[in-house]
């Protein structure tokens, strides 16, 4: 019998931290086009290579390539830049604001604006959102207002949730996207229980959730696709996977599986594995997990391998757990400038007029952050009143509620 | 009207809400084609179909979060837990997510559910299938806590539960399924068929949540209860010879303060019993309660009789259960002159 050595803990470690040169090397970053597009009623078994592989459309030309790209037109493209364009023009003005103190909390979502954007121009009316705090770009993509995403921001007068959520925990039923919690992965098996709720009422919509790398990790995650699998419900289980929990690398969260979206397989679920800035890959993938809903086929796990190029949120500086160069490193480009490229390649688009609809966007957002600071910001001006924190705990105020309202003397 | 256990009753509860509106669904572990392990959803399956009725994977995350998702949709599920010492593992969903939907969304999205599970102890099951967790829940801001003592309460705070529009937590005293257990365990226990309270209407009635009922009138002192405890009271206060006031309180959020103070002011002294552990229990809430709206009328210090504060044991049973002998020792102790 071998001696036994004394055993020793692995700690998974990324391959940089600050001051090291960003390496992706051992990151393989399949070429576009390549990936085959299965039937949607293919057999979970029969499509395990997708879990591995990352489906690419958009080439280093910005050519759309292979049986992924889909059909989409310049109109429903340029609809899908400006929104991207958007949500990142909101993102630089609401950071701005957080730092002039007009606000406590921001979070942007740099470098990952093509998932929410393209997936929500993927959804059909009436489907529902169960999103995780980095994904606005639903909403700016379902053309909910700027100005109520932006009093929501302020906690102000006109806030529609009264002041009562941190920044950014948006709400709206109309929009199809369900209350955002900031714990992290309990939306994640709710949206299934949506989704078997509409399946109860024999209805046709579906339901998307949402989670990140790190929240892959949570037990909620695995309950989701337990049930999720059982029921068959008509529900896209969506892992947002930008790269890093705040200061932990993805490694931590998925331990030795190949992938993410591997974890969907032993399940029975169909997983695939996409290029999360290109929004023609995740709008053609999110298309194909939407019929597969629509046609009572089941749920499907998605992939999304992306980067978060900014701080997790505006309490982090990611400067101090890895490379500051590491976000112009990363492999997979950056979805704004890969879009414009392709719509420039497709003679839809130009320089001249990318910098004019950028003017335009930074214009309008500028004037929406105007009037939204019209209605108060977090410190200033007008706000919603202490009577109201005590509305909404139940749907009639109970007896208890009535007395602490009068001793708080509101 | 018929004699029920209380496990018809919360049966016959469920059906009648299911049969009124098929918004409402059920499910839960074995709840499907078995019926559940104490029989509560026997035939709802068979009746409603799988679809409103079905087996769930052993996951009360996955339970109550689906449940959560469900309510968001528009139905009213109904979900049983199997054991009230099971229900942790979905305390995140039920604290984080059901009792703060309706609070963070302004009322665009609320969380119609009711979350059942059997609680307290008595049937020798330890720690795992004993435990009393209502102050965990009392604790939390949005939740609704009802707590039946009888088949009659039973079946219409059920109603009114899966009827309201707010998250609710249902304890069911496993030890009262099957007659008024008194807390005399060497003796035969009665079935509910011979006692008034197991006379159930038929068809759809409701008891309102928030509403205590006065179980035995009495002038000398209060005794504050909710669930098993209630027939451990009245049994007390016969053996004592002490002529209490016997409040059940059966929904603990919102607690109907008005019923409590109003006979403490009557009484001038007051015994607060629940089975559960006693550091942080809903008896310090009431005797809070009460020392803030009746000190002035009170003869002697409101005094706790409730289960130790240790994990509920198996052998020791009977001496942890506080049973008719503590609450009566603790009436007298009341009652002696100051």
């Known amino acids: ?89 909101f993102d630089a003005r609401m950071l701005t604001a957080q730092r002039q103190g007009k606000t406590s909390f921001y979070i942007q979502a740099l470098g990952e604006e093509a998932i929410a954007c393209a997936f929500q121009a993927a ?22 207002p700027l100005e109520d995403m932006m009093n929501q921001i302020y906690s102000n007068s006109a806030d529609p949730l009264q002041g009562r959520q941190l920044p950014i925990m948006y709400s709206s039923k109309e ?4 209350s955002i919690s900031g714990n992290l992965g309990t939306q994640y098996v709710q949206a299934v229980g949506w989704a078997m709720a509409s399946a109860i009422e024999g209805d046709t919509k579906i339901a998307a959730g949402w989670i990140g790398d790190g929240a892959t990790a949570e037990s909620d995650f695995y309950s989701a696709l337990v049930f999720a699998s059982t029921f068959r419900a008509p529900v896209i289980l969506n892992i947002v996977n930008n790269q890093w929990a705040i200061s932990t690398f993805q490694g931590i969260a998925r331990g030795r599986s190949a992938t993410f979206a ?77 879009m414009k490229t392709h719509l420039i390649a497709k003679d839809a688009w130009s320089e001249e007029r990318h910098e004019q609809a950028k003017a335009e966007i930074d214009s309008t957002v500028l004037t929406t952050q105007k009037k939204a600071e019209a209605n108060g910001t977090l410190h200033d001006g007008p706000h919603p009143s202490p009577k109201d924190m005590f509305e909404d705990v139940y749907r009639e105020l109970p007896s208890h509620l009535v007395r602490q309202r009068r001793e708080a003397g509101v | 009207m018929a004699r029920m256990s209380m496990i018809e009753a919360i049966r016959d509860a469920h059906d009648i809400a299911m049969g009124q509106d098929d918004k409402v669904v059920v499910f839960g572990e074995d709840v499907g084609y078995f019926g559940g392990v104490f029989r509560c959803t026997k035939g709802l399956q068979e009746k409603y179909g799988r679809n409103r009725c079905f087996d769930a994977p052993i996951n009360e995350s996955g339970i109550v979060g689906t449940a959560i998702g469900m309510a968001a949709y528009g139905l009213r599920p109904c979900v049983e837990i199997q054991f009230a010492d099971y229900v942790y593992p ?54 609704k806590t009802v707590i039946p003592s009888n088949p009659y309460d039973a079946k219409g705070l059920l109603i009114s ?49 928030g509403k205590a009922a006065i179980r ?17 009271a009245l049994a007390a206060a016969e053996d004592a010879g002490v002529d209490a006031e016997v409040i059940d309180l059966r929904t603990i959020v919102p607690v109907d303060l008005d019923t409590v103070a109003e006979s403490v002011k009557k009484t001038g002294r007051c015994v607060v019993v629940h089975e559960a552990t006693r550091t942080c229990g809903f008896g310090a809430e009431l005797v809070t309660l009460i020392a803030n709206h009746c000190f002035y009328h009170l003869e002697a210090p409101p005094t706790r009789v409730t289960g130790y504060d240790t994990p509920y044991p198996h052998a020791q049973e009977w001496d942890y259960f506080p049973g008719p002998k503590r609450v009566g020792d603790a009436l007298k102790r009341v009652m002696e002159p100051a």
Not at chain 1, 36 to 45: G, I, M, S, T
């Open chain 2, 216 to 232: 035995r009138e009495g002038r000398d002192v209060t005794i504050v209860a909710y669930g098993t405890m209630v027939h451990v």
């Open chain 1, 1 to 89: 019998m071998a001696t036994q050595k004394p055993f020793e803990l692995h700690v998974p470690e990324p391959e940089c931290r600050p001051g090291d040169v960003p390496d992706f090397s051992g990151f393989d970053v399949p070429k576009a086009g390549v990936a085959k597009r299965p039937p949607v009623d293919a057999a979970p078994e029969d499509i395990q290579e997708l879990a591995y592989d990352i489906i690419r459309v958009l080439d280093d030309d910005g050519k759309a390539v292979g049986e992924w790209a889909p059909n989409l037109d310049d109109e429903a493209a340029l609809k899908g830049l400006r929104d991207m364009m958007t949500v990142r023009s």
């Open chain 1, 175 to 178: 929009y199809g996207f369900f």
């Open chain 1, 123 to 144: 959804l059909r009316e009436g489907d529902m959102n169960f999103p995780t705090y980095r994904q606005q770009g639903l909403l700016v993509s379902a053309g909910y």
């Open chain 2, 161 to 209: 539960s899966i009827e309201d529009d707010d998250p609710v937590i249902f304890l069911e005293p496993k030890r009262l399924y099957n007659g008024p257990f008194d807390g005399y365990h060497d003796r035969p226990v009665t079935p509910w068929s011979k006692n008034d309270l197991g006379e159930v209407p038929d068809g759809h009635y409701t008891v309102p949540l």
């Open chain 1, 262 to 338: 591997a974890r969907g397989l032993g399940f029975g679920i169909p997983s695939l594995r996409v290029d999360g800035n290109d929004y023609l890959a995740v709008y053609a993938v999110a298309k194909w997990a939407v019929e597969r809903a629509a046609l009572g086929l089941g749920p499907t796990l998605i992939e999304y391998v992306t980067y978060r190029a900014g701080p997790h949120s505006t309490s982090d500086d990611p400067s101090s757990y890895r490379p500051k160069e590491e976000s112009s490193a990363w492999p997979l480009g950056d979805p704004i400038e890969r």
């Open chain 2, 90 to 143: 979905a305390y995140d969903q039920i604290v984080s997510e059901a009792a703060r939907i309706r609070y963070r969304s302004d009322g665009d999205f609320t969380c119609p559910m009711v979350v059942r599970m059997p609680t307290g102890g008595g049937i020798y099951g330890g720690q795992t299938h004993s435990q009393s967790p209502e102050a965990l829940f009392a604790h939390v801001a949005g939740l």
